[in-house]
């Protein structure tokens, strides 16, 4: 995995994906933020809460570009005069790795030709079936801290290991075709199934009500007859 590769490796190895570009003052650096929401509605606050949140980290951001996951999300950011660099459509209901590296590699471009200095992603993850909570990963650049690698236990010192053609060239092919893409192809999936449990439940919430108000209807309509 990459912490294999990276921890195995000198600590002054560096590498693109790993680069804070600390050297781009932080009222200059562009920020991506790929925003994942609904096709439709009738899913309670589902696409609500992750798209008021995504807007508070777009209008703080200087120079935000927008990814749009989902019909919902392009309507709400059109609607506040959001501009949308990219939009992903009839993604959400049915999650697949293609379309996570349709994503993945957008943005991966645009942060190795430096339009983007920081790419983020927002979903919603299925705590329980009754809670769901809006999530913020960090996809690029990669943290080094976030990577931890020990030896297994009793093997002594870890075995010299050679990676070729390079250590670089290596996490040049499994940051993006790995990492990057498995981590929004688990967002999407979160994201579905989050979106799933919130419309049984607004389902069910107004199936309890129509029975509550057909129950008062009934009752009043009884009432009026035995006067």
Known sequence: GLGDV????SPELEHKFFDPRT????????VG?????GDKGLAGAYNHNVLRR???YVRQSPHPSLFVVGIVGRVYFQGRG???VEEFSHVVQNPTMRRAREIGDEVVRRFLD???DEVHILYTEMVSPLKLEVRERTLLPLDRANFHWEPPAGQGAPQEV????SPEAVLDNIIPSGYIRGMVFGALVESFSSEQSARMTAMEAASDNAKAVSYTHLRAHETLMNL
Do not use: F
Request: hydrophobic letters at 30%; glycine letters at 0%; a neutral charge.
């Open 6 to 9: 990276y921890k195995r490796q």
């Open 23 to 30: 050297d781009v003052p932080e009222q200059e650096r562009k």
């Open 33 to 37: 933020y790929i925003v994942v929401s």
């Open 54 to 56: 995504a807007e508070e």
């Open 82 to 84: 959001i501009p949308i």
């Open 114 to 116: 430096r339009s983007l």
């Open 162 to 165: 050679t990676y070729v053609p």
